[in-house]
């Protein structure tokens, strides 16, 4: 069942380019009603995406990279706009970068949100980023052999282990600031939770001057796995372990990725039903945040409540799914389980209960006088810096800027119910945190509304086939940000392709802008602030710019300095 | 190393070494255990997981779950451990971290794999960037498994890591008898239009639920009873609050009523 009307969402911002660029568009194709591809050529590759971010409000999704040589003698290179304007959509501006001569001009000098796109285009396909100036690995670890391109189709096969190339972490760290520093190791385990990540602060006494950091310590190869061994349905299953907090979304944007690019429509109800375990799954995740907020301004105490409070999340989850996370309840086409008579009744007892409990709590942490004082002001986000890099959720909110998928571009369920954008003025934690409660307070509202108006009917469709070569982008809005998929069907029941791009990819690049100008006691809290799934570091090296000096901190003590701010490792 | 990869290449530990143990490791492990008692400190090491199992773990260390009053406790260092918790695959970039951690811990340690993914490489253990669980690197005692495992198993593991349970291990076999023979379900219901009812019942609600449903529906139509099928279906114990599975029993009535049109015809 392909359906396509004739609304071509796009047009306006496709004459506008042309003008403004003329005889750059090859050609133009739309997925859906509101998916626009535009190929331009290699070489205006660059104004063809500028004008569009910065003249026609456009903000960077994901940049993807795709090796096309079987099918048309080139690599794709797709950057994703989210067009946030008058007319609301996607428009993805393609070119072919032909074999052979595999480098393209870079658009990170003019957009710098693509700097991790491009820096990932050239790890996993070996494509050259002329005027890149960030010649970093950013994807594959320091012990993977240089010339080894994970996802060019001929590279290897996905369960190629080629030898460590050698036990030591190469990677350089990058410090803005004038004055001379050392570059040290740190991390990447820490104690606080979750994935690891490498950080470095440049500091002049207790003032953050720059700071650098290193991710991808969990590459694990999850898009060649998808295109070797998984069938269409069992990447959904994959999509759910890309995140083990906001699984969920990931899933569903891999979902409506494949159901876009094949036009299946997929039942109400089981739109439904994604839009109530999508905000389940915001319910946990914002409580885990506000939690740690707590934990981070040393109010344990407030830490150790939202976490019981955020069991009833769990048993709701676990009432819906049957797991408490990784819920597997997609398929292409529509959901696995149904919500009966006695899984509604018992949803709406436990909003209730969620509602009263976290509305008394929250009223306790914004009363605790200490709270105010240590978030108000930090770790801020300028909104231009945010309008350069796209970032996304809460962050970008925090910041003033109305940007949130369920609004801007339903999707799933969201057209059926009524919801606002949460925005905050004061780009800083504390706006942040405000951005979170308020949707906290949403969330519990959707899942009445959805479960109120639930529509009848099946909850999967089986009224399609697979067709080979159609692309298109699926998009979330997940509990910190937008998740946005973009995948390709192939010849033999699996992806040619499949991009999958983590909100919080979005939102590291503008991390070194916040910590700028803050105090070392306030990094822990600034890095969580942007609910990174969230990361920290083990031990952070403090570099004293003015001083000369290098002290490795043991993260515990900066923690503990974060939340007693007294007795500085400094001294 | 080939770009053609043989089987060689598969070989979960090509190219790395593993850490071996001592000799006499049971003998001192038995004495941390009798040391420690039940005040065991945690160390978790992060090998590329998801955020899945670290989130569970932190599940079970607050007030619901409190592994605390079991004596356990989560540390900062690994210089302070007793007990090393690793999870995910191991991925290459975490391979050097986890092993410094892991030398960084004073001996005897006793090392737990957390999850499917420490336990196997779960969904991930033949891919080019992991090397398939914690024990492709270091010596494991405990594993605990699970996508991730739930709070409720993560404490079950550490009991079992300090030796205050024993592993569970329990196995049945059913031996076919002589004259024994599977009982054909809804003998009543020809097979062709269980399989439809099946079917619809699984769009309309999923194998789970959509299976209950149709079982329910099939012993309703079955079995004789006073009044229409509607009317029993109405009358069943549970339904008078429940429209969608009465909309779903519904439509399965109109399974049947299509079937017998269709057979008439």
């Given at each position: 069942?392909?359906?396509?009307?004739?609304?071509?969402?796009?047009?306006?911002?496709l004459?506008?380019l042309k003008?403004a660029l003329p005889h750059a568009v090859l050609d133009e194709?739309?997925?859906?009603?509101?998916?626009?591809t535009i190929t331009v050529k290699l070489n205006q590759l660059p104004e063809a995406v500028a004008y569009l971010?910065?003249?026609?409000?456009?903000?960077?999704?994901?940049?993807?990279?795709?090796?096309?040589?079987?099918?048309?003698?080139?690599?794709g290179l797709y950057y994703?706009?989210?067009?946030?304007?008058?007319?609301?959509?996607?428009v993805v501006v393609h070119a072919a970068?032909?074999?052979?001569?595999?480098?393209f001009p870079?658009v990170?000098?003019?957009?710098?949100?693509?700097?991790?796109?491009?820096?990932?285009?050239?790890?996993?396909?070996?494509?050259?980023?002329?005027?890149?100036?960030?010649?970093?690995?950013?994807?594959?670890?320091?012990?993977?052999?240089?010339?080894?391109?994970?996802?060019?189709?001929?590279?290897?096969?996905?369960?190629?282990?080629?030898?460590?190339?050698?036990?030591?972490?190469?990677?350089?760290?990058?410090?803005?600031?004038?004055?001379?520093?050392?570059?040290?190791?740190?991390?990447?385990?820490?104690?606080?939770?979750?994935?690891?990540?490498?950080?470095?602060?440049?500091?002049?006494?207790?003032?953050?001057?720059?700071?650098?950091?290193?991710?991808?310590?969990?590459?694990?190869?999850?898009?060649?796995?998808?295109?070797?061994?998984?069938?269409?349905?069992?990447?959904?299953?994959?999509?759910?372990?890309?995140?083990?907090?906001?699984?969920?979304?990931?899933?569903?944007?891999?979902?409506?990725?494949?159901?876009?690019?094949?036009?299946?429509?997929?039942?109400?109800?089981?739109?439904?039903?994604?839009?109530?375990?999508?905000?389940?799954?915001?319910?946990?995740?914002?409580?885990?945040?506000?939690?740690?907020?707590?934990?981070?301004?040393?109010?344990?105490?407030?830490?150790?409540?939202?976490?019981?409070?955020?069991?009833?999340?769990?048993?709701?989850?676990?009432?819906?799914?049957?797991?408490?996370?990784?819920?597997?309840?997609?398929?292409?086409?529509?959901?696995?389980?149904?919500?009966?008579?006695?899984?509604?009744?018992?949803?709406?007892?436990?909003?209730?209960?969620?509602?009263?409990?976290?509305?008394?709590?929250?009223?306790?942490?914004?009363?605790?006088?200490?709270?105010?004082?240590?978030?108000?002001?930090?770790?801020?986000?300028?909104?231009?810096?945010?309008?350069?890099?796209?970032?996304?959720?809460?962050?970008?909110?925090?910041?003033?800027?109305?940007?949130?998928?369920?609004?801007?571009?339903?999707?799933?369920?969201?057209?059926?119910?009524?919801?606002?954008?949460?925005?905050?003025?004061?780009?800083?934690?504390?706006?942040?945190?405000?951005?979170?409660?308020?949707?906290?307070?949403?969330?519990?509202?959707?899942?009445?509304?959805?479960?109120?108006?639930?529509?009848?009917?099946?909850?999967?469709?089986?009224?399609?086939?697979?067709?080979?070569?159609?692309?298109?982008?699926?998009?979330?809005?997940?509990?910190?940000?937008?998740?946005?998929?973009?995948?390709?069907?192939?010849?033999?029941?699996?992806?040619?392709?499949?991009?999958?791009?983590?909100?919080?990819?979005?939102?590291?690049?503008?991390?070194?802008?916040?910590?700028?100008?803050?105090?070392?006691?306030?990094?822990?809290?600034?890095?969580?602030?942007?609910?990174?799934?969230?990361?920290?570091?083990?031990?952070?090296?403090?570099?004293?710019?003015?001083?000369?000096?290098?002290?490795?901190?043991?993260?515990?003590?900066?923690?503990?300095?974060?939340?007693?701010?007294?007795?500085?490792?400094?001294? | 190393?080939?770009?053609?990869?043989?089987?060689?290449?598969?070989?979960?530990?090509?190219?790395?070494?593993?850490?071996?143990?001592?000799?006499?490791?049971?003998?001192?492990?038995?004495?941390?255990?009798?040391?420690?008692?039940?005040?065991?400190?945690?160390?978790?090491?992060?090998?590329?997981?998801?955020?899945?199992?670290?989130?569970?773990?932190?599940?079970?260390?607050?007030?619901?779950?409190?592994?605390?009053?079991?004596?356990?406790?989560?540390?900062?260092?690994?210089?302070?451990?007793?007990?090393?918790?690793?999870?995910?695959?191991?991925?290459?970039?975490?391979?050097?971290?986890?092993?410094?951690?892991?030398?960084?811990?004073?001996?005897?340690?006793?090392?737990?794999?957390?999850?499917?993914?420490?336990?196997?490489?779960?969904?991930?253990?033949?891919?080019?960037?992991?090397?398939?669980?914690?024990?492709?690197?270091?010596?494991?005692?405990?594993?605990?498994?699970?996508?991730?495992?739930?709070?409720?198993?993560?404490?079950?593991?550490?009991?079992?890591?300090?030796?205050?349970?024993?592993?569970?291990?329990?196995?049945?076999?059913?031996?076919?008898?002589?004259?024994?023979?599977?009982?054909?379900?809804?003998?009543?219901?020809?097979?062709?239009?269980?399989?439809?009812?099946?079917?619809?019942?699984?769009?309309?609600?999923?194998?789970?639920?959509?299976?209950?449903?149709?079982?329910?529906?099939?012993?309703?139509?079955?079995?004789?009873?006073?009044?229409?099928?509607?009317?029993?279906?109405?009358?069943?114990?549970?339904?008078?609050?429940?429209?969608?599975?009465?909309?779903?029993?519904?439509?399965?009535?109109?399974?049947?009523?299509?079937?017998?049109?269709?057979?008439?015809?």
């Amino acid at each position: 069942m392909n359906v396509m009307s004739k609304i071509r969402v796009g047009a306006t911002h496709l004459a506008a380019l042309k003008a403004a660029l003329p005889h750059a568009v090859l050609d133009e194709a739309w997925q859906t009603d509101t998916q626009l591809t535009i190929t331009v050529k290699l070489n205006q590759l660059p104004e063809a995406v500028a004008y569009l971010y910065y003249q026609r409000e456009g903000w960077l999704s994901v940049v993807v990279g795709n090796d096309e040589r079987k099918l048309n003698g080139s690599f794709g290179l797709y950057y994703v706009l989210s067009m946030e304007g008058e007319e609301k959509g996607y428009v993805v501006v393609h070119a072919a970068v032909p074999e052979g001569k595999e480098e393209f001009p870079s658009v990170t000098p003019k957009v710098p949100a693509c700097v991790w796109g491009e820096r990932e285009v050239r790890d996993m396909f070996g494509l050259k980023p002329i005027g890149l100036p960030d010649e970093r690995r950013l994807v594959l670890p320091d012990d993977w052999p240089a010339d080894l391109h994970p996802l060019r189709k001929d590279a290897m096969d996905y369960r190629l282990r080629p030898d460590p190339v050698g036990d030591d972490e190469t990677y350089t760290f990058v410090n803005d600031s004038k004055q001379e520093t050392t570059v040290i190791p740190l991390g990447p385990l820490h104690i606080t939770s979750d994935e690891p990540g490498h950080f470095r602060l440049f500091v002049d006494g207790e003032d953050i001057i720059d700071a650098d950091y290193r991710m991808f310590y969990v590459h694990r190869g999850m898009e060649k796995i998808a295109e070797t061994r998984m069938g269409y349905d069992e990447v959904t299953f994959l999509a759910d372990r890309v995140c083990g907090i906001c699984g969920y979304a990931h899933s569903v944007a891999y979902t409506n990725s494949v159901e876009n690019a094949l036009g299946i429509v997929v039942p109400q109800r089981a739109q439904a039903i994604r839009t109530i375990l999508l905000e389940t799954e915001r319910l946990h995740s914002h409580l885990l945040n506000l939690g740690l907020a707590c934990h981070f301004v040393g109010f344990d105490t407030g830490f150790m409540q939202f976490f019981r409070v955020r069991e009833k999340s769990m048993t709701l989850a676990e009432m819906l799914t049957g797991s408490r996370k990784t819920y597997a309840i997609n398929l292409i086409g529509g959901v696995r389980r149904d919500i009966l008579g006695e899984q509604r009744t018992r949803t709406l007892q436990l909003i209730g209960e969620l509602r009263v409990e976290v509305g008394r709590l929250v009223e306790m942490l914004l009363s605790t006088a200490n709270v105010d004082g240590r978030v108000k002001g930090v770790g801020i986000l300028d909104p231009q810096i945010a309008r350069d890099y796209s970032p996304v959720g809460p962050l970008v909110r925090g910041s003033g800027h109305k940007r949130d998928t369920r609004v801007l571009h339903p999707f799933a369920g969201y057209g059926l119910v009524d919801l606002g954008i949460n925005v905050g003025e004061g780009c800083d934690v504390l706006s942040r945190t405000l951005v979170r409660v308020a949707e906290f307070f949403d969330s519990l509202s959707i899942i009445e509304q959805a479960l109120e108006n639930t529509p009848a009917g099946p909850i999967l469709t089986e009224d399609f086939t697979y067709q080979p070569y159609k692309f298109a982008l699926g998009f979330t809005e997940a509990p910190r940000g937008e998740d946005i998929h973009w995948s390709m069907t192939g010849d033999n029941q699996k992806l040619w392709r499949w991009r999958c791009r983590a909100s919080t990819y979005a939102n590291w690049p503008v991390l070194r802008y916040m910590l700028r100008g803050n105090t070392v006691s306030d990094a822990p809290l600034i890095v969580a602030s942007i609910d990174p799934c969230y990361s920290c570091t083990d031990r952070v090296t403090v570099v004293d710019v003015k001083k000369a000096t290098q002290k490795t901190v043991p993260y515990k003590e900066m923690e503990r300095y974060c939340r007693d701010r007294t007795d500085s490792p400094l001294k | 190393m080939s770009r053609t990869p043989t089987t060689d290449a598969f070989r979960p530990t090509s190219g790395i070494t593993r850490i071996d143990t001592p000799a006499d490791i049971a003998s001192m492990k038995g004495a941390l255990l009798k040391d420690i008692q039940r005040s065991a400190y945690v160390y978790r090491v992060d090998c590329g997981g998801c955020n899945g199992c670290e989130i569970e773990i932190f599940a079970a260390i607050t007030p619901i779950f409190d592994a605390e009053r079991f004596g356990i406790k989560v540390v900062a260092s690994p210089r302070h451990a007793d007990i090393l918790l690793f999870t995910g695959a191991v991925t290459r970039a975490m391979r050097m971290p986890a092993v410094r951690a892991y030398e960084a811990a004073p001996d005897p340690k006793i090392v737990v794999s957390y999850g499917a993914c420490g336990c196997s490489g779960g969904i991930f253990h033949d891919l080019y960037c992991v090397w398939g669980g914690t024990d492709k690197i270091v010596p494991v005692d405990v594993y605990i498994p699970g996508c991730p495992p739930t709070p409720a198993a993560t404490i079950y593991g550490f009991a079992v890591a300090l030796g205050l349970l024993g592993q569970k291990l329990k196995a049945e076999t059913h031996v076919e008898g002589a004259d024994e023979r599977v009982a054909i379900a809804h003998p009543n219901v020809p097979y062709n239009l269980r399989v439809l009812i099946e079917r619809e019942a699984r769009r309309m609600a999923g194998y789970r639920q959509g299976g209950d449903i149709a079982e329910l529906f099939l012993t309703l139509l079955g079995t004789a009873g006073t009044g229409t099928l509607s009317e029993r279906m109405a009358r069943h114990a549970g339904l008078e609050n429940d429209p969608r599975t009465l909309e779903i029993l519904e439509r399965l009535k109109g399974v049947v009523t299509a079937a017998m049109a269709g057979a008439a015809s």
